[in-house]
């Protein structure tokens, strides 16, 4: 099954920048889709902020469109989250996911399959 490992959180200025990584293991030379979900402090449910399907079509939340980028190393079996432009309301737990299926929406119930999470704080 899917085995996934983040890494990259840490505690940035507002207006920096981070890259967050996933390693991805265990797919058996399935196709997969993958994206990444954050829990911010106090607030209700994950929420989906990009997704990168196997056709690899890439999807955003309004809320990091045009300052986040999804993208993918085949050869490295790792996804990349590239953060700009960072908020203190980007503050959360980013946590990969994935699923065995061709397309996936932005939703976290999309994917079966997720890692143990990394912490990114942005200070105003």
């Known amino acids: 099954q899917l085995q996934l490992l983040e890494s990259g959180g840490a505690s940035v200025q507002a207006g920096g920048s981070l890259t967050l990584s996933c390693v991805v293991s265990?797919?058996?030379?399935?196709?997969?889709?993958m994206g990444w979900i954050r829990q911010g402090p106090g607030k209700e449910g994950a929420e989906g902020i990009a997704?990168?399907?196997?056709?690899?079509?890439?999807k955003y939340a309004d809320s990091v469109k045009g300052r986040f980028t999804i993208s993918k190393d085949n050869a490295k079996n790792t996804l990349y989250l590239q953060l700009n432009s960072l908020k203190p309301e980007d503050t959360a737990v980013y946590y990969c996911?994935?699923?065995?299926?061709?397309?996936?929406?932005?939703?976290?119930?999309?994917?079966?399959?997720w890692g143990q999470g990394t912490q990114v704080t942005v200070s105003s």
């Open positions: 265990g797919s058996g030379g399935r196709s997969y889709s």
């Open positions: 996911a994935a699923d065995y299926k061709f397309r996936a929406g932005l939703g976290p119930s999309e994917y079966n399959y």
């Open positions: 997704t990168l399907d196997d056709y690899g079509t890439t």
